[in-house]
């Protein structure tokens, strides 16, 4: 026995320390497993906002690039006219076809506005899934060292109390009521 510790206290004590560090081990790799979580999810909004923003640029370019052909088309078409009923190298003519093409760049402008607006708003989406991504990092609870050293203590302190108090009823020392509660 040391100093009126039986070796069974010491046990007990010893079991409720490793069983307070193994909590904490567990604590902690649950946190890690959460964190990685959170990170691959974030991981994941970012290549899918990307993709959209590849193909949304493509689909952009398709546009644009069908409403310049449809004026060459027009134009061509107006100069056909113009030829076939000689009229051309009229101001009219000119103005027509000036028109078309007048027309044409405002499309392709409204289109490349539309694409440049849907840009921002998924990168807007990109800058949402940030903060998520912090806030979930954040709200993940880590084992704290204070914690799991006040747990140890505690685990040490009531196998202790429980050492001395078997301690006490084997040599009869402290008397136990109905509920085996020590007074």
Known sequence: MCDGVSEATMVMMAISAASAAASAVEQKQMADRQSAAAQQAYDSDVVQTKNAMVEQSQQAAGQMSERARQAMVETGHLQALA????TN?????DRVTNEANFNAGQDIAAIQA?????QRQLVGQLNGSYAQA????????????????????SGVGNAYTRGQAA????TGAVPTNQYNFTT
């Open 89 to 93: 190298g009229g101001g009219s003519n």
């Open 134 to 153: 912090v806030s979930r990092d954040a709200s993940i609870q880590q084992p704290s060292l204070i914690g799991t050293g006040l747990q140890i203590a």
């Open 83 to 86: 030829n076939d009923s000689g």
């Open 114 to 118: 539309n694409a440049s607006s849907a």
């Open 167 to 170: 301690q006490g009823r084997a």
